[in-house]
């Protein structure tokens, strides 16, 4: 079946390590979004890549990382510089209009 | 810059009443706008959208009608479920080359029985 897919669903990180976070579709979109969410918030926009091999800052991009190596995967790492990074993490993806969302991954800090 | 602002919730109705979410949005040119639905865990669904002014969009009972003149796309449901309880976020993307998706903070709605 085509859609996005996100995992792990949930994650648990001791401060001061990396971790990443995976996000793949087959819907064969140009553009894909990472947001993150907190409890009782929206979504803040934190990076976004239109095409293979490029990437902007969203609003939030301190403390994390992407890469584009393929149309179809756009893994998000959450470094150790990132203060306060318990949220949940959603990952999008789109051809011309909508956006298609993933199940999201809930990232908790130990 | 470009910005969506959504009234706050939580948005509190019984069964069968009338719904309104007031979304109005700040955008240069003409953006394509949303509405999501999210359910608890879970990531965002589209509800319904509008790509030019004058558009209705519906789904499921909802509706939204794109309103440039007052820059708004607010969501209506005549008679809500239980079922409908949820968070809904308005949306809207820039249809020039960025491709930038910008949410509002949402609106969560409780339905009683």
């Known amino acids: 079946d085509g859609g996005i897919t996100q995992s792990p669903k949930y994650l648990f990180r001791k401060e001061g390590q990396n971790v990443t976070l995976s996000c793949e579709q087959n819907?064969?979109?140009?553009?894909m979004y990472w947001y993150r969410q907190d409890p009782g918030q929206g979504l803040r926009l934190i990076y976004y890549s239109q095409i293979v091999n490029d990437f902007q800052k969203g609003d939030i991009a301190e403390g994390y990382s992407v890469s584009r190596e393929k149309k179809e995967s756009f893994p998000l790492t959450v470094t150790s510089a990132q203060k306060n990074p318990t949220a949940f993490y959603l990952c999008?993806?789109?051809?011309?209009?909508?956006?298609?969302f993933g199940q999201g991954t809930r990232l908790t800090v130990v | 810059g470009d910005s969506v602002t959504q009234m706050e919730g939580p948005v509190t109705l019984s069964e069968e009443a009338f719904l309104t979410i007031n979304c109005t949005y700040t955008a240069t040119g003409y953006p394509s706008l949303f509405w999501y639905v999210q359910y608890p865990g879970e990531g965002l669904q589209l509800l319904l959208k509008?790509?030019?002014?004058?558009d209705k969009g519906s789904n499921k009972g909802f509706e939204a009608t794109y309103r440039k003149e007052t820059t708004s796309f607010h969501l209506e449901k005549g008679s809500v479920q239980v079922s409908d309880s949820a968070v809904y976020f308005c949306?809207?993307?820039?249809?020039?080359?960025?491709?930038?998706?910008?949410f509002g903070s949402g609106t969560r709605l409780l339905v009683r029985p």
């Open positions: 819907l064969n979109h140009d553009a």
């Open positions: 999008a993806s789109s051809l011309s209009s909508e956006a298609f």
């Open positions: 949306a809207l993307r820039r249809m020039d080359s960025s491709y930038k998706l910008i």
């Open positions: 509008a790509t030019k002014a004058d």
